[in-house]
């Protein structure tokens, strides 16, 4: 009887051991160039290229919020949306209810180099008279006054 047990037993585990299932999530390249994340729960997810962090990561604010509270907010990821103008290595951003011609006291200046080929493109030829666009990125204080923003995404709005 002890050897039909272990005989049982062994041939139990072999089948055990036969019998496995992979779980793994894979990703999908498109023909169009989408790229979409299969999760192994049966659902997906579209990926788009060069996107920045989940949008929670970037709490809006009022840009005239952050005129005010630049010094607690170094370092932080927001997004704020303004007028924004393009200059030859950063654009000037300023707050939607400001005039173009404000005091630069209140203007944001965003750094665009971590941005994509595309949406430099955009900003140079959608924004060349300035437009309206939201911002996703850090913010960075920089001397008194001096009000940086690194950009990590930007949508436009409305250009002019």
């Known amino acids: ?22 779980l793994a999530e894979e990703f999908v390249f ?27 990561s970037y709490p809006r604010k009022e840009f005239e919020d952050i005129v005010l509270d630049a010094d607690k907010l170094h370092g932080q990821k927001i997004e704020v949306s303004g007028f924004l103008m393009p200059r030859i290595e950063l654009a000037e951003l300023q707050g939607a209810s400001l005039s173009k011609n404000s005091s630069s006291e209140l203007t944001l200046w965003l750094r665009i180099s971590q941005l994509s080929r595309e ?3 955009l900003i140079l030829t959608k924004c060349a008279s300035g437009c309206t666009a939201a911002v996703k990125g850090e ?3 920089g001397a008194p006054s001096l009000r940086e923003f690194e950009a990590h995404d930007v949508q436009i709005r409305d250009s002019r």
Request: glycine residues 6%; contains cysteine.
């Open 139 to 141: 913010f960075q204080r």
């Open 30 to 56: 498109t023909t169009d160039g989408r790229q979409i994340l299969l999760k192994d729960d049966g659902t997906y997810l579209v990926v788009k290229p060069d996107q920045p962090p989940a949008a929670a």
């Open 1 to 22: 009887m002890n050897r039909r047990a272990f005989l049982v037993a062994v041939s139990g585990i072999c089948l055990l051991a036969s019998v496995t299932v992979v």
């Open 119 to 121: 949406q430099k493109r």
